[in-house]
C-alpha cells in the first residue's frame, strides 16, 4: 500500500526485456449529493439486472472492478503475462494528490528498460457512447490519446456594508452576476480541426446515414457548419474547444444586509 489506502500491484511478466505498462484508476468517490433524488441507496449497489445504481459505478470503481476482474481472469486463463504490468489504484483522486504522487515517486525508481518509460499508461478515459451523433445507432468505444488541461478561477467581489433598504448599485453579487453571465455567455473559440477529434469523425463516417455521411466526408468544405453542430451538445462541444462552467457561488449573510463580498 502506498499512502495508507492507495495499492500498487506489479504483475511480473516472463520476459524483462519488454517495458512494462501501468493501468490507474481510483476508487473514492465524489459526494452523494441529494439523496432524494437517488432512485436506490447510493451505496447499495442495487443492481436491476441492466444496470448498477450506485455511487462511483462510472467514475471510477467500475474501471477498478474491470481491471481486477480482468486480471483474475487472465491468469487463470494464461497464466504469467510475457510483460510486465502494473496496477495503481488510488484512495484521494476527488479531494488530494497523494496516493498518485506517491504511486508515481515509487515508480520512478524502478528500472524500467532502456529509457526508464513505460510503454503506455492507460488511465481512466470516456465510456461506450450511445447516440453520440445524429443518425449514429451503433455504440462507439472512444479512446482517449490526449488530455486537457485544468484551471480554477476564483472571482471576488468585496464593498463595503450597507442595509437593503438604502442600497448601492450594483451590489457585490449584482457585480458578481454580471461577470458570471459574461463568462458563460462568451465562448471560446473554436480549434476544430487540429486536434484528434478529425480522426474520430473519419472513423464513424461510414456508420453515418446522408446529409451528415457528406459533410464529414468533406469536412474541408463544410467544416464550418461541422462545427456548428458540434457546438448542439456539451459532450461534442468539449471536443473543439476550452471550455468553462460556473460550479461554486456564495455572497451574503442576511436578507436585508447588502453582502461585503461575494465569490
Same mark, same amino acid.
Given at each position: 500500500d502506498i499512502a495508507e =489506502?492507495? +495499492?500498487l500491484y506489479e504483475i511480473r511478466g516472463k520476459n524483462s526485456n519488454l517495458k512494462p505498462f501501468l493501468l490507474s484508476a481510483h476508487f473514492d468517490v465524489v459526494p452523494t449529493g441529494n439523496l432524494s433524488r437517488w432512485k436506490y441507496p447510493p451505496f447499495d449497489g442495487h443492481s436491476d439486472g441492466q444496470f448498477i445504481y450506485a455511487r462511483g459505478t462510472l467514475d471510477d470503481k467500475g474501471s477498478v472492478f474491470t481491471m481486477m476482474e480482468a486480471l483474475k481472469e487472465y491468469l487463470n486463463v494464461h497464466g504469467q503475462p510475457s510483460r510486465t504490468f502494473y496496477i495503481g489504484l488510488t484512495h484521494d483522486e476527488e479531494v488530494g494528490r497523494a496516493g498518485a !504522487? *506517491? #504511486?508515481?515517486?515509487? +515508480?520512478?525508481?524502478?528500472p524500467f528498460g532502456h529509457d526508464g518509460q513505460f510503454e503506455f499508461v492507460l488511465d481512466e478515459g470516456t465510456i461506450i457512447l450511445e447516440e453520440a451523433f445524429p443518425t449514429l445507432h451503433n455504440p462507439i468505444a472512444i479512446i482517449g490519446v490526449a488530455e486537457k488541461g485544468y484551471m480554477t478561477i476564483? =472571482?471576488? #467581489?468585496?464593498? %463595503?456594508? *450597507?442595509?437593503?433598504? !438604502? %442600497?448601492? @448599485? %450594483?451590489t457585490a453579487i449584482g457585480i458578481l452576476a454580471r461577470a458570471v453571465d459574461k463568462l458563460e455567455s462568451t465562448l471560446q473559440p473554436s480549434q476544430f480541426g487540429r486536434g484528434p477529434e478529425i480522426s474520430l469523425l473519419h472513423s464513424i463516417t461510414p456508420y453515418l446515414k446522408f446529409p451528415l455521411r457528406l459533410a464529414l466526408s468533406n469536412i474541408w468544405l463544410f467544416g464550418y457548419l461541422i462545427? +456548428? @453542430?458540434? @457546438?448542439?451538445? %456539451? *459532450?461534442?462541444? @468539449? +471536443?473543439?474547444?476550452t471550455t468553462s462552467a460556473v460550479t461554486l457561488i456564495s455572497g451574503g449573510e442576511k436578507e436585508n444586509i447588502l453582502p461585503t463580498s461575494a465569490s
Open positions: =489506502y492507495s +495499492l !504522487m *506517491g #504511486i508515481a515517486k515509487y +515508480l520512478s525508481k524502478q476564483e =472571482y471576488s #467581489i468585496s464593498l %463595503p456594508p *450597507g442595509h437593503s433598504s !438604502m %442600497p448601492t @448599485a %450594483p462545427q +456548428l @453542430a458540434l @457546438a448542439q451538445k %456539451p *459532450g461534442t462541444n @468539449a +471536443l473543439q474547444r
